[in-house]
């Protein structure tokens, strides 16, 4: 079955740029559609955005001008850009599919632990 | 923008029922929203329970059911048991490919 792992650095430095990668194993990345997710520490979850297999992506509205996600079929992977990051930033970031129709999040990654602190 | 509500907290006899209900700041839900439902163990990933409105995830339990209850999307628990308590989270499709996560309700079981 489809599995997701997140990966990238654990700690970031404020002002600088968040990079994280989904691997999607078990399966085709191709064909659907694929999100981020993020959790502060003992907050709830808040949608980031998504991206189609194909590149077409939304964001999360107040996220819009700091995040970029994208996409590498060859690699079975989507990343996760945000830029300009602050301790708000610092959070648990999970990847998810999204199901279409229905339009829901039916596999997760485990989720990987971004601190952003100088 | 648009607030997805859910109650803070809710607690429930073992062996009880309990709904828990998923609303809007500013207009009624419906199945267009696509309501789902997620649960959450401290430390552990969500689990997607039910989607679009009332359907029932792969292996989840049948006593987990969701519906539209006036105007809020509903999950209701028939027969809590101890490991029911998890803190749940309903999303709600906005349309044009956005989604919004409510607060959660953080379930007690005792």
């Known amino acids: 079955q489809v599995q997701l792992q997140e990966s990238g650095p654990g700690l970031v430095k404020p002002s600088e740029t968040l990079s994280l990668t989904c691997t999607v194993s078990g399966g085709s990345i191709s064909g659907y559609y694929w999100s981020w997710i993020r959790q502060p520490p003992g907050k709830g979850l808040d949608w980031i955005g998504y991206i189609y297999y194909s590149g077409s992506t939304n964001y999360n509205p107040s996220l819009q001008s700091r995040v970029t996600i994208s996409v590498d079929t060859s690699k079975n992977q989507f990343s996760l850009n945000l830029s300009s990051v602050t301790a708000a930033d610092t959070a648990m970031y999970y990847c998810?599919?999204?199901?279409?129709?229905?339009?829901?999040?039916?596999?997760w990654g485990k989720g990987t632990t971004v601190t952003v602190s100088s | 923008q648009t607030l997805v509500t859910q109650e803070p907290s809710f607690s429930v006899s073992p062996g009880g029922t309990v709904t828990l209900t998923c609303g809007l700041s500013?207009?009624?839900?419906?199945?267009?929203?696509?309501p789902s439902w997620y649960q959450q163990t401290p430390g552990q990933a969500p689990h997607t329970l039910i989607y679009?409105?009332?359907t029932r995830s792969s292996g989840v339990p049948d006593r987990f059911s969701g519906s539209i209850l006036g105007n809020k999307a509903a999950l209701t628990i028939t027969g809590a048991q101890a490991d029911d308590e998890s803190t749940y989270y309903c999303?709600?499709?906005?349309?044009?490919?956005?989604?919004?996560f409510g607060g959660g309700t953080k379930l007690t079981v005792l």
């Open positions: 500013s207009d009624s839900v419906s199945t267009s929203y696509y």
């Open positions: 998810a599919r999204i199901r279409n129709p229905n339009l829901y999040m039916d596999v």
């Open positions: 999303v709600l499709y906005m349309g044009s490919d956005i989604w919004v």
């Open positions: 679009n409105t009332n």
